[in-house]
């Protein structure tokens, strides 16, 4: 059942319990069943219809932009209309006694207003209700709309990224090792291959980003021979759990980069994957020293874009650090999957 279906229920419900009530007051409590009934029948006519016509009165008049003294202002000269219905119908057709005096027909008015004022009232506060949830589920798309547009701004900036360090690993081949660059730029283009189609998903797999990580390792290898050393520590079972893309290639390029890249007689990469309690982290460690004091050449926009990705995609459920340990620098990144 819609919100539509559930107000327009009670509405019923609401006039039904209005013309009972009325009914118990009246003359006719005491006749046949058929003058009752006819008594309950006008009653719950003239208040469904009337909340009908004012609720299709508020909708024209665009009720979000109505202020609040007319959303104060309305239900009253609503409620003094459908009052001044009841009153005229109870001495028109004879359901009550005219009174003998304006005091008393007064009193009679100001009675059904007052009967009737909290059907008209539940319609705002209905309505307030409905156009601020409204409201708020416009702004949750909008905000995800624009989660969405930064995101894809920042996976167009990773590629190429991406690949100008990749060119420069080929470009340093090319000056002492012809063969090793052509095979390189044959490693190369497989590389990219999985980097793009990585790059438009909204998640991939542990075993893709897997894959690409040791594509790209294999073509740093090969610029770096002996002074790189890699190894892989995954914990079983993980190969299909979906993270975030290219999170675990931009923490590679920084090691490599700014880690063994830095380091004369190279280093060592350890690439580190467990999850717990529906989080999965992801450490990267390599040889060398990390400087958390900002600089142009340390970091640059792989980790930063990393940050921003996580924020946007999980908030405060994701987390990554860089720290130094024994001669190491420790990156590890935490999401939820």
């Known amino acids: 059942m819609n919100k539509n279906t559930w107000f327009w229920t009670i509405q019923f419900f609401c006039w039904l319990f209005i013309a009972i009530d009325a009914l118990m007051y009246s003359p006719v409590h005491n006749n046949n069943i058929t003058e009752k009934t006819t008594f309950v029948i006008i009653y719950l006519v003239i ?48 359901i009550f006694e005219i009174p003998n005096s304006f005091l008393q027909l007064l009193f009679s008015f100001v009675e059904n207003i007052w009967m009737v004022i909290p059907c008209f009232l539940f319609y705002h506060l209905y309505r307030f209700a409905v156009l601020h949830q409204d409201r708020k589920q416009r702004t949750i798309i909008v905000e995800n709309l624009l989660e969405i547009s930064e995101l894809e701004n920042l996976k167009k900036q990773l590629n190429p990224h991406f690949l100008f360090n990749a060119l420069n690993s080929i470009k340093a081949l090319t000056l002492f090792d012809g063969k090793q660059a052509r095979k390189s730029i044959i490693q190369l283009s497989d590389l990219l291959r999985l980097s793009l189609n990585l790059g438009e998903q909204q998640r991939a797999t542990l075993s893709e980003e897997l894959k690409l990580a040791e594509n790209y390792l294999a073509l740093e290898k090969l610029r770096f021979d002996n002074r ?31 880690g063994i890249g830095q380091l004369k007689i190279g280093g060592k990469i350890i690439i580190s994957a467990s999850a717990s309690e529906n989080i999965v982290t992801i450490t990267v460690e390599n040889s060398g020293f990390y400087d958390p004091k900002p600089k142009s050449d340390q970091g640059g926009i792989g980790l930063e874009n990393l940050q921003k990705r996580l924020a946007l995609q999980f908030g405060n459920k994701a987390s990554f650090t860089i720290t130094n340990s024994n001669k190491m620098v420790i990156s590890t990144i935490s999401m939820p999957f």
């Not at 993980?238 to 980069?257: F, Q, Y």
């Open 47 to 94: 208040g469904f219809t009337s909340a009908y016509f004012y609720c299709s009165f508020i909708e024209q008049r665009n009720s979000d932009e109505i202020s609040t003294f007319q959303n104060l202002w309305y239900p009253l000269v609503g409620s003094c209309i459908v009052g001044l219905f009841f009153t005229l119908t109870n001495y028109t057709l004879g």
């Open 228 to 258: 790189l050393i890699y190894e892989f520590n995954i914990q079983n079972g993980l190969g299909t759990i979906l993270i975030m893309p290219m999170s675990l290639n931009t923490m590679l390029e920084n090691a490599v980069k700014h």
